[in-house]
């Protein structure tokens, strides 16, 4: 893979995750609150009806954006990773095996899996951090309400500064989240490849592909791609939603308290024992509700921004 093309994956894919990370996050931290042991009994309130009722879901819907900082200083670079390692891994299982010895799916998956990989050394810390700053609450004077903080710094302090030493549970997650995102990519990636595979099929077959490299080409593009990506994503987010439950509760007591060394074994059993398997898959709508939102949005924008920059 050429130098031009390296910056051009690296320059589309920041662009696709910034965008996708501004508009998609509040739905990312009203997940990341339904998940949570402290937001449990606000979630209740919240559908009550009561005039505490009213007062939680005000709590829940306030500061949607905190935490925002440290996933845009780490997905920028996470996602240029990620991209520049799929696109080259790919090519290099399809030339290095024997044609027809591993399906395409199976390329598909061992590439996406390998990129993960490499993208959650940059994104666990700044998983840790977001997930902390979504949950964080601070009494006002007088501790009639509560104000949600705005800033990562606070709870990147507390993580550095809980039990353990300092620092060190900044990728006490990795496994956890390697754990969510490699079934998730291995999932994911084929089954878009094979959906937009179809649907570019569907497309010539009716004869409606837009020529050339014009406006016109791009959108539908991206529109392809963005619907592929979408019905994937949702799909594999429904299934992997107990490995993500589990990924939120062990970034959250990282910042905590000494339950953060649990092995996400224990972490997946205490979740069971709590609340059965309706526990375990959490929050399963909203993921894929948010996946599908910001897979489609991604990838979609990928293509596109890969496409433009190509040209210019």
Known sequence: ???????????AGALAAFTVDLLVYPLDTIKTRYQSQDYRGMFAQSVSGSGSGIRA?????????????????????????FFVTYESV???????????????????????????????????????????????????????????????????????????GPGRRLWAGYTALAARNLPFTAMQ?????????????????????????????????????GVSAALSG?????????????KTRMMLAAGRDARADASGLEVAKAVFRERG????FRGALLRASWTALGSGLYLGSYEVAKSWLRES
Not at 61 to 75: D, E, M, R
Not at 236 to 241: L, P, R
């Open 1 to 11: 893979m050429g130098d031009n093309t390296q910056a051009e994956i690296i320059m």
């Open 57 to 81: 879901s005000r709590r829940i819907f306030k500061g949607l954006y905190q935490g925002i900082g440290s996933v845009i200083f780490a997905t920028l670079p996470a996602a240029g990773i």
């Open 90 to 164: 790919k090519p290099m299982l399809g030339s290095a095996l024997p044609s027809g010895m591993i399906p395409q799916p199976a390329v598909h998956a061992l590439a996406s899996g390998t990129a993960e990989l490499a993208s959650c050394l940059v994104l666990t810390p700044a998983e840790i951090v977001k997930q902390n700053a979504q949950v964080l609450q601070k009494p006002k004077p007088g501790g009639q309400s509560i104000a949600f903080m705005p800033t990562s710094m606070e709870a990147l302090r507390m993580v550095w500064r809980s039990a353990g």
């Open 189 to 225: 990636f084929p089954m878009f490849e094979f959906v937009r595979d179809h649907l570019w099929r569907w497309r010539h077959r009716s004869g409606r592909v837009a020529s050339g490299t014009t406006r016109a080409a791009k959108v539908e593009t991206g529109l392809v791609t």
């Open 234 to 246: 949702a799909v594999a987010a429904v299934i992997t939603t107990p490995t993500d439950v589990v």
């Open 277 to 280: 398997l309706r526990g375990l």
